[in-house]
Each structure stands twice: as C-alpha cells, then as structure tokens.
C-alpha cells in the first residue's frame, strides 16, 4: 500500500513547510518570462494563471528541488496544456531538458506530441500523464505505457469501482496516481477546451431556457428549476464551497478521504492534494489532514473507522451527507 | 447516390454518410440492437455509417462491443474515436474498420469568450506517425485549420464542442438529491427529451448543452465557402442543431460531404 501524498506548491518557501506536513511527493509549474512575453495571454503553459500558481524562475526550481530532496520527497513539473503549437514545443522541450538538469523527477504531459517529442529525445526524466490526458479504461492505460508514461494521474470523474476495474485490467508496472482533495471541475478538465484566463465557463451566471422536446416525461419541465437550483449549490461545493474553511480551519471543498481505504486496497499509488494556487495555510492544512487520515489506512483500521475518522476531521457533517463534496461518490 | 434532405438555409442537400451514436457520453451508446435498426435506416437511403463514439471507462469499451461487432463487416462503414483506448481496441479487434480522429482527442482551444488565434494540436511528425499506425484516415475539427494538414479533415457544423462531462446536468433532473450529478450511474437519459439554451451577458457567448456538452455556434455553412479545399468531409450535427430534421425530404440539388444525425 503506497497512498503517497502528492502536494502542490507554488513557491520555494513552502517546500519544507509542505514536507514537514506529510507530503510525500511535490509538484508544481513553472512560466519562464519567454512564454509570458511571446505567448497569447490565454494559452497557460500549464492550465493555472502564469504568475501566483508557477514557480517564474529556473534558479526557483532547481532550489525546490535541492530542498526537497534533503528529505528524498520527488518534484514533479507539470507542463499540460491540452494543446501546444509547433512554434510553442521547442521552448517546452528546452525546459524539459532543465528540468532533468535541475533534478526534477518527472514531467506531468497531457499533450500527445509533446509526449513523443519527449519520448524521442530519451531525457532522464519521468513521465505522467496527466489527468488532462484523460486515461479512463485499461486499453488506454496499455496505450499511454507503450509510449513510455510511468505514472497515470486518474481523471476526477470516476468511481472508486471504475479505477479498481482499470488498474486491475491495466499494464503494470504503471503507477496509478487519483485525486484526493480541493477544486472540483464540473465539467471533465480533460474535455473541456476554455481558458480559465477568462473565468471558469462553468460558473458564468447563465440565463437557461430549457426546451422540452416530444416524448418529455410528464413533470421532468417542472423540475427543472429545482433540479437548477441543485445544480447551483454542487457548483458551489466544486469550487470549494466558495473557498470557506470548517471550523477546524480544514478547507471545504471537494474530498475523497473517505474513499482512501478503496483507493489504498486497489493499489493506488498516490493521491493528489490539487491548489497550485492556493494559500500556503489552505495547502499545509489540506496536506496534514491528507496524511493524517492516510496514516490511518497504513495501520490497517478498518475502511468504516477511517471514513469516520475523516469526517471528524473535517467537521462538516451537513456537506458530507450532501455528498456534492465527494470526489468519490 | 446519397440522402436527399431540405436542410442548410432552405437548400436541398444530399447527404453522403450518417453518423450515429453519441461523442461524448458513453450513457448514449447504442446497443447492437439500436445500431442494426440504424443500419437499416441508412441501407434504405444508400448511404454508409460512421459510428460516434465517446470518451469510455471500461464498462463503457465493453459496452461498445456489439455496436463494433453489428458494424464490422459493413462496407465503408467507419468509427470516430475519442478515446485513446477505443482507437487501440478497434486497431486490435477490428482493423477492417474505418477510424476517424474525434474532437475530444483532436484538441483545438475552445473557447467563446475568446478573440483571435486559437490553439491547436500540433500535427508533429512522430504523431502523424502514431496517428497513422493506428489506422486513423481523418481528422475531426470544429474550425478551419490555419495550416495544410497530413491527414484528411472533417469539420463539423454548425455548433462547435467546447467542454463535456459525466457529471451531467440534464440528467440530473430524472433523481432526487443526494442523487444527481454523479458520473458512475445508470441514466435514463433525460437529454433525449430535454435540451437547454444557455445566455450570458456577454453576447458573444450563446451556448447550447446537448446530453453532457455544451455547443457554441461555429460559422455553420459560412465556413463551406470559406474552406477553399482543405476540407474533405462537412458533418452537419442535427442532433444538436434542432432546427432541421433529416426527414424533411426534397429534391437533390446542392451536395454537402456528410451530415450527422442520430
């Protein structure tokens, strides 16, 4: 059982504080000022805004690096756009060429041609798809390993039973990474093909007219204001809960540490604390409770005791029952 | 040889391929059952079948079986993949078929809110290669490429895909909370009955949610004059675009390459 907690960060200063809070592994981005400087200002090198999210220096990263490994905690570079232009992959493959030089351990790709480019030029460095990637079934896994990918970082939208169902029928020795908690997508990331640099799509404030068609079951149109309404409030719980903490000062928002025993009995390698943005308390308060409750898993408690142990921790019984906070529901 | 149907601006049209199925929510796939009847439709009007398939789990790639299997031995008869796993089953275990490069792998940046240049996959070298071992004979877009392209294009009209997702909000009104919006569930699909129109206070940003995607408008037929060439095939998606029905026949006068309809 591995479960290893994976955490982002943003910012030197917060490599040894995560560290010292349970992470196990680290990730994080990195925006030279060439990419802010030539590239439209919607095209993020790595779906988070250039600056607040991504480390802007390579001398930041080969730093975090060298922090981390004091503790031998791995750093990961996500570098996973849906989609690079032929004029943006030779910048991409040169960082690519420093990362490995600076220690980074593996890149997270989503995109196919950055991946064989990276693939062909054999650096020594990792690669993982990205959830972006969107590797869903076992055939797909068996596809992204005969291209060399390492690690599979799982998309948020299935089931504890569907990834048992992949990582049983998949390839090994793939490891298997999931998310475990903060910032939930309405949509699948993976599909969806806006920029977050104006505003996510999902929470425009829409005016909807549904329109019935023939054959429209008796009573499905007057429920569609209610079923709206529904709709509003899961939004809300995805965009963690409109960034509010519970009274133990954990963040709300999107969970799976109920799920941590099934994740651990599937064999997942590890699990995703999500928030490159996010402040340095919101990170370090996501990442003990992570670990706290993976620490229950790894003394063998049973999946009930662990389930309740989380949902003390987090201390929002009402947005539990909900179940819209629920990564695995 | 083809369909023949009022469709484009009141212009008679013939319609030269059917595509069927769903490509982006694998509660759409249709059993063996559905696409033989489909098959029997497009017989009728002489007119091959591209089989539209989504983003799938496990369940959903076995699922697809009978749907391959109903279609494998049919003349011409093709399988638009969004999903990498589906385009290695289909090269392994059907590799007479047809395989057309969907929207959802052949990622464009999308979005309305958005002004000039969009982002694009890059057609490299060493993945028109892989494209290429995989069998894939054409590429599904929903804009005009700003570039030549190695592989044959489709564009669809007169809605592009901009974001999909199990959790689906249509759905969500056939069950009770805490019920709604899962992505691991039975769904009595609600959306074939049922579609929404979406405004904002940006004018630019009209949207459509069909099943679990949400459209925004394209150019439509205003991209056909403006194609000069590059494209091989035109897919015109009435299973979104509700104004037009496939059964409003009229007499051949204008062709298009191919119309998409469920």
Redesign the interface.
């Known amino acids: 059982m591995k479960l290893k907690v994976l955490a982002p960060f943003s910012a030197v200063e917060e490599v040894e504080p995560l560290i010292a809070a349970g992470a196990e592994e680290l990730y994080c981005g990195f925006v030279p000022a060439v990419w802010v400087r030539d590239q439209p200002a919607d095209q993020w090198i790595n779906r988070r805004y250039p600056r607040g999210a991504n480390l802007c220096a390579l001398s930041q990263l080969a730093e975090s690096v060298r922090l981390a490994a004091r503790w031998q905690v791995p750093v990961f570079l996500t570098v996973n756009a849906h989609c690079y232009s032929p004029a943006q992959l030779p910048t991409l493959m040169k960082m690519a060429e420093l990362a490995a030089e600076a220690g980074v351990q593996a890149l997270i790709v989503s995109d196919l041609s950055l991946l064989l480019a990276l693939r062909d030029a054999a650096l020594p460095i990792r690669r993982h798809l990205s959830s972006l990637g969107h590797c869903t079934n076992a055939e797909a896994a068996s596809f992204f390993a005969e291209l060399g990918v390492e690690r599979l970082i799982l998309p948020r939208g299935l089931s504890t039973r569907e990834i048992a169902a992949l990582r049983g029928r998949g390839p090994r020795p793939l490891e298997y990474e999931v998310f475990l908690l903060n910032d939930g997508c309405a949509y699948d990331e993976a599909l969806c093909l806006t920029s977050h640099h104006y505003g996510p799509i999902c929470l425009t404030p829409w005016k909807v007219d549904p329109h019935p068609m023939g054959g429209a079951k008796e009573g499905r149109t007057s429920k569609w204001a209610e079923n709206w309404h529904a709709y509003q409030r899961y939004l809300w719980c995805l965009n963690n809960c409109g960034s509010s903490c519970g009274a133990s000062g954990l963040p709300n928002g999107p969970c799976g540490l109920c799920a941590l025993s099934a994740l651990g009995a599937i064999g997942i390698d590890a699990v995703k604390v999500v928030g490159r943005e996010a402040s340095t308390p919101r990170k370090l308060a996501s990442v003990r409770v992570a670990r706290a409750v993976v620490e229950r898993v790894r003394l063998g408690e049973s999946a009930e005791a662990v389930s309740g142990y989380a949902r003390e921790l987090r201390g929002t019984p009402e947005l539990c029952e909900s179940t819209y906070t629920c990564y695995y529901r | 040889m083809g369909w023949s149907a009022t469709l484009i601006d009141g212009v008679a049209v013939t319609f030269s391929r059917l595509y069927v199925g769903d490509e982006?929510c694998q509660q759409l796939i249709p059993s063996g059952r559905e696409l033989e009847s489909m098959i029997e439709l497009a017989d009728s009007r002489h007119v091959p079948v591209t089989l539209a398939t989504p983003?799938?789990?496990?369940?959903?790639?076995d699922g697809l079986g009978p749907a391959l299997r109903a279609l494998a031995d049919r003349p011409a008869a093709e399988v638009l993949v969004n999903?990498?796993?589906?385009?290695?089953?289909v090269h392994r275990l059907f590799p007479e078929l047809r395989k057309v490069l969907g929207r959802?792998l052949h990622?464009?940046?999308?979005?309305p809110?958005?002004s000039?240049?969009h982002?694009?996959?890059?057609?490299?070298e060493?993945?028109v290669t892989?494209l290429r071992r995989f069998g894939v004979s054409m590429l599904s877009l929903d804009r005009l490429p700003a570039d030549e392209s190695p592989l044959p294009l489709a564009v669809h009209l007169p809605y592009e895909?901009?974001?999909?997702?199990?959790?689906c909000?249509i759905s969500?009104?056939?069950f009770p909370?805490?019920k709604?919006?899962?992505?691991?569930f039975a769904c009595p699909r609600?959306c074939?009955?049922?579609?929404?129109?979406?405004?904002?206070?940006d004018p630019r940003?009209e949207?459509r949610q069909k099943g679990n995607?949400?459209y925004a408008g394209n150019g439509g037929t205003s991209l056909i004059s403006s194609a000069a060439g590059r494209v091989a095939r035109w897919v015109y998606d009435l299973s979104v675009d509700?104004a037009y029905s496939l059964f409003a026949s009229s007499e051949t006068s204008h062709e298009v390459e191919s119309p998409r309809a469920v």
């Open positions: 982006f983003p799938v789990t496990d369940d959903g790639l999903d990498w796993g589906t385009l290695r089953h959802v990622r464009e940046a999308k979005d809110r958005a000039g240049r982002a694009t996959a890059s057609l490299t060493p993945y892989l895909f901009v974001t999909a997702g199990r959790a909000v969500g009104v056939a909370e805490p709604k919006f899962r992505s691991d609600p074939r009955t049922l579609f929404l129109d979406l405004r904002s206070s940003v949207m995607a949400l509700k």
